[in-house]
C-alpha cells in the first residue's frame, strides 16, 4: 500500500480556482490509479476524478465538475494533482485521494487501497 497526504484545501471565493495535491509513499506510485473524492457535510463520499495508471491520457470526472476540474500526475514526483477551476459553493467538501493498485478507476469508493486523511475546501458565494 502506499500512504497518501493532501494538501492544498482552504477557503476561497466563487469563481475562484485551487490546486489539490495528493503525495504518495512508496516505490509503485506509477502502478496506482489515483482517484479524487469529496465529502460534503451530511452527504456520503462522492467521485470527483481519477487518472489511470498504465494510460495517464485517459481520465474520468464527474459530470459535476467535468470542464471545470483537471487532474493530473507526475509520478517521478509521487504526486497527483486537482485543478479545480471556477469553483462553486457546492464544490465545499473534504477531498479525498484515493490509491487503488493497477486499478481501473471505478467510481465507488470501497475499491481503493489506500486514503489520505482529507483536506478541506470551502467556497464561499
Request: one cysteine or more; hydrophobic letters at 35%.
Given at each position: 500500500?502506499?500512504?497518501?497526504?493532501?494538501?492544498?484545501?482552504?477557503?476561497?471565493?466563487?469563481?475562484?480556482?485551487?490546486?489539490?495535491?495528493?503525495?504518495?509513499?512508496?516505490?509503485?506510485?506509477?502502478?496506482?490509479?489515483?482517484?479524487?473524492?469529496r465529502q460534503a457535510p451530511g452527504k456520503e463520499r462522492e467521485f470527483v476524478a481519477c487518472i489511470r495508471w498504465w494510460?495517464?491520457?485517459?481520465?474520468?470526472?464527474?459530470?459535476?465538475?467535468?470542464?471545470?476540474?483537471?487532474?493530473?500526475?507526475?509520478?517521478?514526483?509521487?504526486?497527483?494533482?486537482?485543478?479545480?477551476?471556477s469553483l462553486k459553493p457546492e464544490d465545499t467538501a473534504v477531498y479525498y485521494c484515493g490509491a487503488q493498485f493497477r486499478?481501473?478507476?471505478?467510481?465507488?469508493?470501497?475499491?481503493?487501497?489506500?486514503?489520505?486523511?482529507?483536506?478541506?475546501?470551502?467556497?464561499?458565494?
Amino acid at each position: 500500500q502506499v500512504h497518501l497526504v493532501e494538501s492544498g484545501g482552504g477557503t476561497v471565493q466563487a469563481g475562484d480556482s485551487l490546486r489539490l495535491s495528493c503525495a504518495a509513499s512508496g516505490r509503485t506510485f506509477s502502478s496506482y490509479a489515483m482517484a479524487w473524492f469529496r465529502q460534503a457535510p451530511g452527504k456520503e463520499r462522492e467521485f470527483v476524478a481519477c487518472i489511470r495508471w498504465w494510460n495517464v491520457d485517459i481520465t474520468y470526472y464527474a459530470d459535476s465538475v467535468k470542464g471545470r476540474f483537471t487532474i493530473s500526475r507526475v509520478n517521478a514526483e509521487n504526486t497527483v494533482y486537482l485543478q479545480m477551476n471556477s469553483l462553486k459553493p457546492e464544490d465545499t467538501a473534504v477531498y479525498y485521494c484515493g490509491a487503488q493498485f493497477r486499478g481501473t478507476c471505478i467510481k465507488g469508493d470501497t475499491g481503493y487501497d489506500s486514503w489520505g486523511q482529507g483536506t478541506q475546501v470551502t467556497v464561499s458565494s
